[in-house]
């Protein structure tokens, strides 16, 4: 069992504890520098933010951590990622349906309709 409390002398710290941000950055800090789990700053805040928002039951509001929100900018600006080809599979085996306008997999030469044997 672990016991966490943000500071050990009160006198010393008697005005920055009773603030919220001072309590949670000192535990962050313990819990990143001495938990066996090894957990970053980072990876706790972004954790405790979850949970409060978690904490909401409101399935309209959501927390994206850095890459979720690049990724979700991404596919709202509907940007794509990778060569620039779209594949399907049908009998005869899995095809080039697509390759997109300027991308590298068009510059490289690719062409709709190649299709890969099973």
């Known amino acids: 069992m672990s016991l966490l ?3 050990t002398l ?3 710290a008697a005005e920055k504890s009773d603030s919220s941000e001072y309590r949670f950055d000192e ?3 313990l819990l990143s520098n001495m938990h066996i789990s090894g957990k970053s700053k980072q ?5 405790a933010i979850k949970g409060m928002v978690d904490s909401l ?3 309209y509001t959501a927390y994206l951590d850095a890459k979720q929100a690049v990724e979700f900018q991404q596919a709202i600006n509907q940007q794509k990622v990778g060569i620039g080809i779209s594949i399907q599979r049908n009998d005869k085996g ?3 349906a697509e390759v997109f ?3 590298p997999a068009e510059q490289g030469g690719c062409c709709q309709g190649i299709t890969w044997m099973r």
């Open 10 to 12: 009160r006198s010393f």
């Open 94 to 96: 899995v095809f080039l």
């Open 101 to 103: 306008p300027k991308s």
């Open 5 to 7: 409390y943000p500071c």
């Open 57 to 59: 039951n409101d399935p």
């Open 43 to 47: 990876e706790l805040t972004d954790a």
């Open 27 to 29: 535990i962050a800090s």
